[in-house]
């Protein structure tokens, strides 16, 4: 997991803080990127003898001290009064990624992305500058309506698929898979039924591109995604704001037996 924010994470959000209010100062761009990503951890920690977080501190940094070396002088433009408004290079930067910023805070709103994720997905979205098409982002809380698909959707949920399989032929032994928890498995109780059975657990959310190399991808996913029974499953994420990670479920099991 990511974890800590860095700086040019911050390029884009701050963008389209800007763009949503029409010019924005920095300590409104402050306000809106702390409720935009929620920080927590180290990030959130106040900085001794000050009011500002490390998180809040690195968006001073970002529209401040370091302005004219980052690259936000570029992208936008400061006034006499401390209000910055987007230049035509920063409305052309923000285009190529509105649709995925949304996209990501809108799940960050919902608690589908805790903050590692979400600074994940900014992170990626910084590398991106629109060459790579849209960022999709496969995990367990990707919901799809059959019948009203979109086409960003359907390759989410065509490689979700893929990394299903590969993740059950990964895990597998002899046709049988076990719950990386508790050890349980469908085939030993239901037989047939519930051969092959098991569910996905991903570990963290993987983001990439739609003209990235899939096969790259799900060799590296394989490693953060850990095969599930329903009820551990359902335990791991009791608790949305805090999910257990599977070594910590693994050992309440022990404790309990």
């Not at 923000?94 to 903050?115: H, I, K, P, T």
């Not at 959707?153 to 059950?168: H, N």
């Not at 032929?169 to 049988?176: A, E, F, L």
């Amino acid at each position: 997991m990511m974890g800590r924010v860095r700086e040019n994470d911050l390029k884009l959000p701050a963008l389209y803080v800007i763009w949503e209010r029409g010019q924005a100062t920095t300590t409104e761009i402050k306000d809106a990127l702390v409720e935009l990503f929620r920080p927590t951890g180290e990030d959130g920690q106040i900085l001794a003898g000050r009011n500002d977080t490390k998180f809040t501190q690195k968006v001073r940094n970002l529209m401040g001290s370091h302005y004219e070396t980052n690259g936000m002088a570029d992208l936008a433009v400061k006034d006499g009064l401390g209000c910055f408004t987007l230049t035509a290079a920063g409305e052309r930067y923000l285009a190529e990624n509105e649709g995925d910023l949304e996209r990501v805070f809108s799940r960050r709103a919902q608690g589908a992305l805790l903050y590692g994720d979400t600074v994940a997905a900014a992170r990626a979205l910084d590398g991106n500058h629109g060459d790579r098409g849209a960022l999709l982002i496969l995990d367990e809380e990707e919901t799809v309506a059959e019948g009203s698909v979109s086409q960003v959707q359907r390759r989410a949920r065509q490689r979700s698929r893929r990394l299903r399989a590969a993740a059950v032929q990964y895990y597998g032994r002899n046709g049988r898979i076990r719950c990386a928890a508790c050890g349980f498995d469908f085939w030993e109780v239901y037989g047939e039924l519930g051969e092959g059975y098991i569910q996905i657990h991903h570990e963290e959310p993987l983001f990439l591109y739609e003209e990235e190399g899939i096969e790259d991808i799900l060799r590296d996913a394989l490693q953060r995604v850990k095969p599930l029974c329903a009820n551990c499953h359902c335990m791991i994420h009791r608790w949305r704001d805090a999910p257990l990670s599977v070594e910590e479920l693994r050992a309440l099991i022990r404790q309990r037996s």
